[in-house]
């Protein structure tokens, strides 16, 4: 299975997700937290937000319109309003590169 580039490792900062939208997927939001990197997609389930322009706090990250959080590890919702989990992929690094499996979408 191919796996898609996503952005270099070095472009992804504690607390400071990436917003990136490669072919075939939809926007999607790219994550480190101690040294591990997360992906999700980057649209609250709740209201037409994206997560990037939220607020990052460890592993959650908080909606910009209604104060709601997710975990960035399991896409868990972990705040009011917001209840339906945001999908999260699986990351590898290659070449210093944050790649997911092409299969994902």
């Known amino acids: 299975m191919s796996n898609v580039i996503l952005c270099k490792t070095d472009e ?6 990436v917003a990136v939208t490669p ?3 939809p926007a999607l939001a790219v994550y480190v937290f101690e040294g591990e990197y997360y992906v999700t997609d980057n649209l609250c ?5 994206m997560l ?6 460890g592993d959650e990250v ?4 209604h104060g709601g959080a997710f975990s960035i590890k399991t896409g868990e919702a972990t705040s009011f309003p917001c209840q ?3 999908k999260t992929y699986p ?4 070449d210093g590169n944050v790649c997911i ?3 994902s979408n």
């Not at 389930?45 to 937000?49: E, F, K, L, R």
């Not at 990037?52 to 706090?57: K, L, N």
């Not at 908080?62 to 319109?65: A, R, T």
Request: aromatic content about 8%; some cysteine.
């Open 12 to 17: 992804v900062k504690d607390e400071a997700p």
């Open 23 to 25: 072919d075939g997927f």
């Open 45 to 49: 389930t709740h209201g037409m937000a």
């Open 52 to 57: 990037t322009d939220g607020y990052q706090d």
């Open 62 to 65: 908080e909606c910009p319109f």
């Open 84 to 86: 339906i989990p945001v």
């Open 91 to 94: 990351v590898t690094i290659e």
């Open 101 to 103: 499996p092409a299969a």
